[in-house]
């Protein structure tokens, strides 16, 4: 069964640092575009950011020079690496995987800003 399972969320101060992490199992992790998606109470998933399997880059206009997506194909992992967080940065992050039709969603993990 294919697995992805997020962690590093938590409570940060505004301005403060976190990095999510997603380790990925059961998929060819090296072909999978690899994205960072976020739920905040009322309102739609949004995109935050993803790389694909060549290592390009996209971000939303919300985090671009903020956040920093990144992958390390040895470890099966995907990173999102956020700073300058601001309240409204708080959300359930989600770690997405797709390849052709394959399309695979974690479980989540709460990021809340908060002074």
């Known amino acids: 069964q294919v697995q992805l399972v997020e962690s590093g969320g938590g409570l940060v101060q505004p301005g403060g640092s976190l990095r999510l992490s997603c380790a990925a199992s059961r998929i060819d992790f090296r072909n999978y575009a690899m994205g960072w998606y976020r739920q905040a109470p009322g309102k739609q998933r949004e995109l935050v950011a993803i790389?694909?399997?060549?290592?390009?880059?996209n971000y939303a206009d919300s985090v671009k020079g903020r956040f920093s997506i990144s992958r390390d194909n040895a470890k099966n992992t995907v990173y999102l690496q956020m700073s300058g967080l601001k309240p409204e940065d708080t959300a359930v992050y989600y770690c997405?995987?797709?390849?052709?039709?394959?399309?695979?969603w974690g479980q989540g993990t709460q990021v809340t800003v908060s002074s």
């Open positions: 997405n995987g797709k390849w052709y039709t394959n399309n695979y």
């Open positions: 790389i694909n399997s060549g290592g390009t880059t």
